[in-house]
């Protein structure tokens, strides 16, 4: 089975860096995912970590350790627009196509 | 480039009754997956449809029903609704069943049972 966990709120202030961590569970392997979604909107997508180690877009960079089933989503210099629920998710399968959803957690950024 | 739209926005229904959602995938995708998001959680699965056929899906009673059309667009269809259907109801598209590094999702319906 699959399961998928990442704290449900957090705070920070604008300008500054947070760390989103996510743990998992998957049967098999197939990439981890982050999405971004604001409130009543549609989920977008951020990154994609399938082998070890950081990959770098922008403000946002997402972390993978596969052997300790770890993930962390990182962004810098925080802007007000960057308040929203971020989402850890694993495909269901090699295919890829459908995910299981961490909770989400819902960061709030002050100014 | 149109992306995936749905309908309606909101949509409000009572406990029993039934309800059908609509999809459009985003133009050139011909695969369209449904995922129910109740209210602080993240989203959940229920199935995918292409070439007009189920081809996944998730742990959905058989109240949950949908469909696929020739042009690609999707149904959802659920039965003798419950007040625990209410949620955000998202679509989601993509090309074929090869694996995708993204999906794009529409802005999703926001039912809500009374």
């Known amino acids: 089975g699959q399961n998928i966990d990442q704290p449900t709120e957090m705070t920070a202030t604008e300008g500054a860096i947070v760390q989103i961590n996510c743990t998992y569970q998957t049967s098999g392997f197939n990439g981890l995912f982050w999405y971004q979604q604001h409130a009543g909107e549609a989920p977008t997508f951020l990154s994609y970590?399938?082998?070890?180690g950081l990959e770098e877009k922008g403000r946002f960079s997402s972390f993978l350790s596969r052997s300790k089933g770890y993930s962390y989503l990182l962004l810098k210099e925080l802007q007000m627009k960057d308040s929203a629920s971020y989402l850890c998710?694993?495909?269901?399968?090699?295919?890829?196509?459908?995910?299981?959803f961490g909770p989400g957690t819902r960061l709030s950024v002050l100014p | 480039d149109a992306g995936v739209t749905q309908s309606p926005t909101h949509l409000i229904k009572t406990r029993g009754q039934q309800v059908t959602l609509r999809c459009s995938p985003k133009s050139g995708h011909d695969t369209v997956s449904w995922y129910q998001q109740a209210l602080g959680q993240g989203p959940q699965f229920i199935f995918q449809y292409y070439e007009e056929e189920e081809r996944q899906r998730g742990n959905f009673p058989d109240r949950f029903s949908g469909h696929q059309f020739p042009n690609y667009s999707s149904e959802l269809n659920v039965n003798a609704l419950l007040l625990g259907d209410s949620a955000l109801y998202l679509c989601a598209s993509s090309l074929g069943l090869v694996r995708s590094v993204e999906q794009y999702f529409g802005p999703g319906t926001r039912l809500t049972v009374t």
């Open positions: 970590n399938v082998l070890d």
């Open positions: 998710a694993a495909p269901l399968d090699n295919y890829g196509q459908n995910f299981v």
